[in-house]
């Protein structure tokens, strides 16, 4: 069962896919971002704050990408989403919380 975290991300990753984004920008208590034809474009959801936004990349880490998280307060990595698509990811700390991106490859290469 798939927690509220889980499901914002999933909600905006099926968004990203359907509009043909190329990026996925999200930050701790801020509104995320996608980046469709060039253009930034704001998504009117509930964005997630530092907290939970911290959960939820933790949660998509492995024991030794977690460790890497902490001690160098970012990693990059790939991932893929249930036959959607494959990302490049990037998350990082900064002095106002948490960030990540996520450049959408798709899964026809």
Known sequence: MQD???KFLDG??????????????LTGSM????????????????????????????????DRQTEYFKENNEIDFAMDRENL??????????IGGISGGFVVADFQV
């Open 4 to 6: 509220s975290n889980e």
């Open 85 to 94: 698509s494959r990302f490049r990811v990037n998350f990082y700390q900064h």
């Open 31 to 62: 509104p995320p971002i996608l980046r469709i034809l060039g253009q930034l474009r704001r998504i009117d959801i509930e964005p997630l704050d530092n907290d939970d936004l911290t959960k939820l990349f933790v949660s998509m880490l492995n």
């Open 12 to 25: 905006i990753i099926q968004l990203a896919v359907k509009n043909n984004a190329s990026d996925i920008h």
